[in-house]
């Protein structure tokens, strides 16, 4: 096999002949593992797969759109009952100011001709 320093100089005396001793390409082992693994290619205790199930769970996306939708729809209920929670005390402050049913009054009246 050719160093650098002396295929330098046989490229430099030769002006492009090739060195009549071509290493021949290997080709790189295999790797035990397959790409996209991860930690799930380690060896590690039967507790730690447990607790951290999932490290080594294949991603299911039915499952995953599922809870988004499911996360969606509660936060968006919980926005909802914040709301008319809100509403509700207002009213009712408006209705102990003003008597009873004001706060139907106020919302119904036209404010403007454009209504």
């Known amino acids: 096999m050719f160093t650098n320093s002396r295929m330098g100089a046989r490229m430099s005396r030769g002006f492009g002949k090739v060195p009549k001793e071509v290493p021949k390409a290997s080709t790189p082992p295999k790797p035990e593992y397959v790409a996209g693994e991860g930690i799930r290619s380690l060896d590690t205790s039967a507790g730690f797969r447990t607790l951290n199930f999932e490290l080594y769970v294949k991603a299911n996306k ?29 009213d009712a402050e408006y ?8 706060a139907n009054y106020m919302r119904t009246r036209k404010v403007n001709s454009w209504d």
């Open 95 to 102: 209705d102990k100011l003003y008597g009873e049913g004001a």
């Open 62 to 90: 039915p499952i995953m759109a599922f809870g988004i939708a499911t996360m969606s729809l509660i936060t968006l209920y919980f926005a909802y009952m914040k709301a008319t929670t809100e509403n509700k005390t207002l």
